[in-house]
């Protein structure tokens, strides 16, 4: 699959499956799980997908809470298709989250806000599962950041990043003969958050409307702050340790 469509960052790196897996981000590492073990016990029929689709009607007015959840988890039976899914939900869920290079509060703050959206739209589009919306907004996300990315489709068709979600769009209409209406709405949220987190900011003074609020952030990072002893001599300190009185430069990390 990595050589159906290559570009970015290596997906595993040669690593064997146990440490690549571990090494994924928390909230890419949860969401693959959870997506790989719906998908199983469907197969094994412990579940049923019946048991797992979003109905307003059903969560609402039968209780049926859980759904508003394992709606994001089903992508179908065991297939290509249920691996062709995986593949791009675990590549750039995981090179998203790890270059937003923040606390897993931001990236589960995007997904939260994504999920909030994609559930408002299903009824009007009667979409029962949204995983493949949900993948879709991030891959969007992705390709938008990361403008002059190349990519190559098949190792025929090569082009940047931010047209990497109609590639994928144009391919689903072809495999399936119909217009994917979760891969739309995935791309319509994924905009609407590139375009109030990425866009808006530089032209409002850096104000971000969908910026996580602190108990979000508290939710997700309790870990506080470490506190720095002051120096004895603090006035005559070295600050570079190398005699010079200088700062060090701050390591950059791609």
Known sequence: ???????????????????????????TRWWMTAALSASVLVQCHILSPFQLFYSFRTVFYRSQYWRLITTFFYFGPLSLDLLYHIFFLQRYSRLLEESSGRSPAHFSWLLAFASTLLLCMAPI???????????????????????????????LLVFR???????????????????????????????????FNDVYP??????????????????????PAPVEEPLEN?????PGGDGTGVDPPEELVL
Request: hydrophobic fraction near 50%; aromatic fraction near 16%.
């Open 1 to 27: 699959m990595a050589n159906v469509l290559a570009g970015g960052d290596a997906m595993m790196g040669g690593f064997p499956l146990e440490q690549w897996f571990f090494e994924m981000p928390v909230c």
């Open 125 to 155: 589009f009667s979409m029962a599962f949204l995983g493949s919306a949900l993948s879709s907004t991030l891959i969007y996300i992705w390709s938008r950041k990361n403008p002059d990315t190349l990519l190559s489709f098949l190792g």
């Open 161 to 195: 990043a931010p047209y990497l979600p109609w590639v994928l769009l144009c391919f689903s209409l072809v495999m399936h003969g119909t217009v994917p209406k979760d891969e739309m709405c995935g791309i319509v949220v994924g905009h609407i958050w590139y375009f």
């Open 202 to 223: 530089p032209l409002h003074d850096g104000h971000s409307p969908l910026d996580p609020p602190a108990w979000w952030i508290h939710l997700f990072d309790r870990r």
């Open 234 to 238: 603090e006035a005559f300190a070295d």
